[in-house]
Nanobody, 120 residues
Framework: VQLVESGGGSVQAGGSLRLSCASS????????MGWFRQAPGKEREGVAI???????RYADSVSGRFTISADNAKKTLSLQMINLKPEDSATYYC????????????????WGQGTQVTVS
C-alpha cells in the first residue's frame, strides 16, 4: 500500500493542525494503521494507532490532544492535533499493515514519506 501524508506546517504553541494520509488501498484492507513521529536526533515513536474495528491507542504524551480517525470511503487516515506543544515538533509519518495495535514502529510494514510539523 502506498501512503501520502499532507497537512503539516508551522503553528504556535496551543494551535491546531490536521494531518491526512491518503492510501492507495482502502483503509479497511489494512487492519492496523497509525501515525508516528520522529524528531531530529530521536527515534521514531508511535503517536496514535487505529484498528479496523475502531480500537485506538495513543501515546501518553498526546492522549487527550490528538485524535486519530479513518474514512474508508475516501481511503484516508487523519490525525487531528490540538493544543500543540513545541515538543510535538517532528516529522509525522503515516503507517499501515501493522501486526497489532502497538506503538512500536517495527510492526508496521508500509510507510509514507512524512510531513513536517513545527510548533514554536
Amino acid at each position: 500500500v502506498q501512503l501520502v501524508e499532507s497537512g503539516g506546517g508551522s503553528v504556535q504553541a496551543g494551535g491546531s493542525l490536521r494531518l491526512s494520509c491518503a492510501s492507495s488501498s482502502a483503509t479497511s484492507n489494512t487492519y492496523y494503521m497509525g501515525w508516528f513521529r520522529q524528531a531530529p536526533g530521536k527515534e521514531r515513536e508511535g503517536v496514535a494507532i487505529m484498528a479496523n474495528g475502531g480500537q485506538t491507542r495513543y501515546a501518553d504524551s498526546v492522549s487527550g490532544r490528538f485524535t486519530i480517525s479513518a474514512d474508508n470511503a475516501k481511503k484516508t487516515l487523519s490525525l487531528q492535533m490540538i493544543n500543540l506543544k513545541p515538543e510535538d515538533s517532528a516529522t509525522y509519518y503515516c503507517a499501515a499493515d501493522g501486526n497489532n495495535c502497538g506503538l512500536n514502529p517495527a510492526i508496521f510494514r508500509s510507510w509514507g514519506q512524512g510531513t513536517q510539523v513545527t510548533v514554536s
